[in-house]
Every structure is written in C-alpha cells, then in structure tokens.
C-alpha cells in the first residue's frame, strides 16, 4: 500500500556529495558538482522504499544553520518547517570534524535525523578510517556509510529513512551541554514552548534560538508559531531568563560565541573518538597539487593554459563532426525540398518549414551540438576534478581589488555553462552589494550559446581559413583572448558599480578548497552529455524552430521593394556602422534575445535570403556570405566583441528579475551590458578606422 | 616567539593556535562557523599567485582567507 508520500530532507555541507546521494535515491539526473552553491534551489525527486513512497528534498549546501546567506536561510527555513519527517545530514568521511558541526544543529533542532558518512573509498584511499558504530552510539542516531559514487551504502540508507519514519527506530540524539546558564535558561523555555512548536521540532531548539535571537521578547523568533494568547507564559520565562543570563555576563554577542564554541568543541570531541588516521599527512598529494595549481609563477600560466587545452580540443574535434553533420543535414534539405516540389505545396510553405524552421535547427545543430559534446564533458571533467574553486583562489585578489566578492570568480565560471545558471548560483554571496554586483556582470563571460559564434567567426575571419595545426590554435588564442576580455571587463565593470551605484567595500571572504577528487570519467560524460549538452541543444532548438520561422517571414514579407527584415536593418544600418557592425547583424542579435544560440543563424538566414542562395555545408561557403555581404576583419572582430557584451538572453533577463526581485536591477543589467558593448565596439571601430586599418 | 600575531602574518608552513577573534557581527559568526575558537589549530598552507587570499587549513579543511580578515584572528605562533 502506498499512502502519501513521507517529505525526506538532505541536508550537508557543500562538495559531500550530497547531489550524487540524491541522484543515487531518486534515479533522477541532477548534476552534481565539486563546489559551493551547486544546489541553488531545492530539487525535489520522489522514490519507493518498500511500498512506501518518499519525497526527497535536496537542499543547499551549507556549513551551518545560522541563516547567514540566501542557501543557509533555505536550508534552515524547510529543517525547521515541520515539512520534512526524516533530515539526512550527508557528511564527507574526509572532513568529518568540520562536517559534523552541521549534523549537531540539525540534531538540536529534530530528532528524525539520518547521518550519512560519504567518500568513505576517498577516506580509504587517504588511510582514514571512520568507526561508524561508534559514531552512531555518540550522536544515538542511525549512522549510514557510504561511497555514493559506487551506489555503496544507498540500500541501507534507505532502509534507515524507512524505519525512522516508521517508527521502528527511535533516536536518542546527543544533547549539547551548553553550561549552567543556558542550561537554566533552556529548561525555563523549553517546557513554556513545547506546545507550540512543531511535532517534528524540539523545543529546547525553539528555547535556545529564542534567549539567542532576543531573549526576553517572547516573539523574536520566526520559528515560532506563538498564538495570540500564549506570549505570556513565555514572555515571563524569557523574562526570567533574560535575568539569568544577564547576571550569568552573557549578552548577545557572548552568548553566540559561547553557543558556537560549545558546539565546535562538541564535534571535535565526537571526531577524536571516531577518527583515526594511519597517515599523518593524508592530504599531502593534494597540497603537492595546489602548489602548482595556484602557485605565485604557475597558478595563472597553467590556469590559462588548461582553458586553452580544453577550446584548443573543442575547436580541433568539433571541426569534423560539424562538417559531417552540416553536410548530412542540408542533403535531407534538399530531399524535403524536392517533396515539397513533388507534393505541390506552395512557396510560402516550403519557404517557412523548409528554408525557415528546418534550415536554422540544422544549423544550431551542426554549429552547437559537436562543440559542446566535447567542451562540456572537459569543463565537467575540470569541475569534478575541484579545480573551479582553485580558479576563484588564484583570481581572488583581482575581485577584492574590484571590491568584489571572491566567491564572484566562481559564479562567473559557472557563467561559461550558462548565464541563466551563473545567475542563480550567486546566491553563495552573502553581501546583497556584491551579489548585485556578480549578477549583473555574470554576462560578460561568454555561455556556451555564445561560444560557437566566436569559434566560428575566429575560426573564419581571425585566422583567415588557412587549415591546419595553426589554424586551430590561432582559434584556440583567439577565443581565450576573448575570455580573458570578458574577465577583464567584468572586474572593470564590477569596480565601476562599487563606486557608483552600489558602493561599498568587499565585504569578508572564505572560500573552501575541497579535496580533489578522482573524477568518474564515465559518469562525467554520461552527465554533461545527457543533462547540459542535450538540455542546451533543446532549449535552443525549442527557441530556434519558432525564431526560423519568423526570421524567414521577416525576409520574405515586402512591404513596399523592401522586406521586413531590410527595413529594419535599413533603419539600424547607420547605428551598426557606427560600432563596425550592419543592420543586420544588430536585426540577428535583437531578433536572437531568447536565446544567444541563433544569432548566428538568423544572421545567416538574413544574408541569404536578401542575397543569392549558396550552398552553405562548410565554414569557407559562410566566409564567402559574409564577405559577399561586405565583412571585413574588423566586422568580424566588432561582432565577437557584440557577441560577449550585450544584453543577456531572454531566459537569463527573467532569472534575474526572479533572482533580484526587481526590474530596476533587471534593466540595470540589461543597460550595463548592453552599454559596455556599444562603447567598445564604437571605440575599436572608429579607433581602426581613424588609423586607417579598416 | 610566543606573542599574539594576527593570522595573515603567519608564514607559509608554519602553524597558530587561535587565541581570540577582533572580528564583530556576520564575520565573527563565519569564522565561529568555521571552527576558530580558542585553541584551535590553524596551519597557514598557501599564498594565491598574488600573495592574497592565503590557504589555511582549519579542522581538517582546506579555507582560504582574505588577509582583511586574517588579520582579525589572532594566533600564538607554534613552533615546529
């Protein structure tokens, strides 16, 4: 008999392997990644245990509970509704100590409590050696190892969940001994606040958050759900403990300390009776790896070098696959338009479904789909591997010098993914100034919707269609030079804000540099191809096929000797002129806001509808349109520099407007970055025009 | 040496104990969350290419710390 389904919370501190555990529950494909802020909103996936059906609820990554940033309030908010029946708490067997200051405060707050202990074949692997049973007995929960990875442990997890929530487990959790003071306190509150609170809540939780928030006002906590009539007895309790505690010398802030010092203390007294190394120095190997990875000399040579390995890879096998498939699809083009000829439909309809919708998926996907099936499992590979937070180490004193926040360095590399994602992952930034800050600047690095137009045109304008070793490499500089750029312009524009618009200085930085991880190549390429490649493809196939459709009836609906689409390239000509560009290509960029994927094609569309129609199955065949169209160098060079600073993508617009909450910031973005484009490309394009280069 | 100094001067490869924190408010509760209370060991690993932020490792953790804020631990210096 399945009844409704049991709410199951997985909470942990980011890079546990909290998002493999729940792929491993739930079968459903979330992507997992090796830094802070991954799990930016709470992924929910359903599984059956033994006939009984359970929600699980995959939360943020948080170190603790203490509501300091947008994820440790989420977190904290749903442990602490009531929702969940069961919180597992997965922990990292390498890092147990400082995981288990989390595990203790979800233990203060619920009694349904689930420790998983995972990596524990990393934990092998560096000679550490974890006593589970011991473990279970101190904290008197259910204590589950386990290698997510592998699936080990993932059976008796769920066996755990199941008999928790049935009941046929009861927990005993270890109570922190918080002296005599608050000790006192606490039993004044607890007993006061026991009705009124949650069934899945402790109340000496509740008691402990209410002396810590404000002691003596009887309705500081949001936690608490006091009716109108209650507040009595408890302001009198809290009245009477705000006495004990001022006599006991602890205020606010002493209190916090002592509160939190007595739970460190707590989780290092419980990991000295659990832990045992065989090996002094277990992380030594990745210490000898840090030291090049982000050493004075090297860090940022081999930072750059890796980027440019992984493009230089990318633009060289892409190269063939791309042709093939390019060449395959338009011989099915010309199939479908000699059925359409045979079946007598007219133009118009052969134009639309044709030359329209099927023309612009067959070239998003012979431009797109070769790239990314290679670029996102190397990026996937980098960030499995725990080299994006290394990357947000070695660039940090750039961003504090751009008083931005460190943590920036890493939503920007999650920006090359997908702007849309970058955005939302800025939420690891506490400081709503500089979380601004990164989200409005999030796209100035180029996602990989805009990757295979700065290929392209590099791989065609910039090295000139040479062929060859050189030609790929020169692909491969030009597109880190644009990168580089982009980073640039983001710390210039981050400084620009922090002095403006939104001053202020950085505010206090940590970031984690987890261990490194053996990466899973399998999986890797199963995951990036299956939940990024293919999602990507989708997405812009779902916006190209309509975008094909309208772009084709702009360039063949005339009014008056011109169509639409001329018209409207006609009146923005000068603008484009002016920045190096045409109308056009400004007509392909506005005409592209959903998704940055088809500029290229509409572009291509434009061209060749306005122009004579060539047979386009390779790169020289599109070189030849551009220039038949009258581009130069430098309107290449202006459209990659377009390309990188303009306004984001219609999906990335909305996830801001989501994320800030505001359409002022929204338009703010869209602005700045559109701004930032123009004036560059106005710069570079009367600069080469004054010097005579163009 | 047996003074208190603040945690940014610390030298690579050598290790503090943490005495107490001049920080106040959100960067206090990050540090506290961090696990540096009194007595605890902090050994300062790595500079980033331009000398700041500095790796510490700190129960067990690899943290990097911005020398704004390193500068607000203090820490007796140990030897060895």
Redesign the interface.
Known sequence: MMGESLVVALAGNPNTGKSTVFNCLTGLNQHTGNWPGKTVTNARGKYVYRQRCFTLVDLPGT??L?A?SVDEKVAQDFICSGEPEVTVVVTDA?????NL?LVLQVMEITNNVVLCVNLLDEARRKKIQVDLPRLSRLLGIPVIGASARSGVGMTDLKEAIYRLSAGQIKTRPLQISYGPVVEKCLALLGPALAGLVDKNINSRWAALRLIDDHPGSGHGSRYLFLPRAAPEQIQAAGAQADRLLTDGALDQ?TL??HI??CL??Q??EVAQKVLKYERQNY?AA??KI??IL????W??PVMLLLLGVVFWITIKGANYPSQALAGGLFWIEDRLTQLCLAAGWPGWLHGVLVLGLYRTLAWVISVMLPPMAIFFPLFTLLEDLGYLPRIA??L???F?KACAH?KQALTMCMGFGCNAAGVISCRII?SPRERLIAIITNNFVPCNGRFPTLIALAVIFIVGGAGGAGQSLAATLTVLTAIVLGVIITLAISRILSQTVLKGI??????????YRKPQIGRIIVRSILDRTLFVLGRAIIVAAPAGVITWSFANIFIGDHSILQHGANLLAPFGHLLGLDGFILMAFILGLPANEIVLPILIMSYMSTGQMIELDNLQALKELFVANGWTWLTAVCTMLFCLNHFPCGTTLLTIKKETRSTKWTLVAFAVTTATGIILCFIVAQGARLLGLA | MNGLVPLHLLSPGTSGKVNRLIAEGNTRRRMLDLGLIRGTRVVALQKSPSGDPVAYEIRGAVIALRSEEASQILVEVLSG
Not at chain 1, 94 to 98: I, S
Not at chain 1, 294 to 297: D, E, P, Q, W
Not at chain 1, 506 to 515: A, G, I
Request: aromatic letters at 10%.
């Open positions: 170190y603790s203490f300091n390498t890092c147990l100590e400082r200051n802030s916090r300390d939190v010092t460190v203390s989780a290092e992380n990745d210490r840090d030291s982000t050493s004075r000399i860090g940022i180490f070695n940090d004193n750039f504090k460190g506490d950085p505010s206090s930085f940590s970031l984690e540099l987890p261990p």
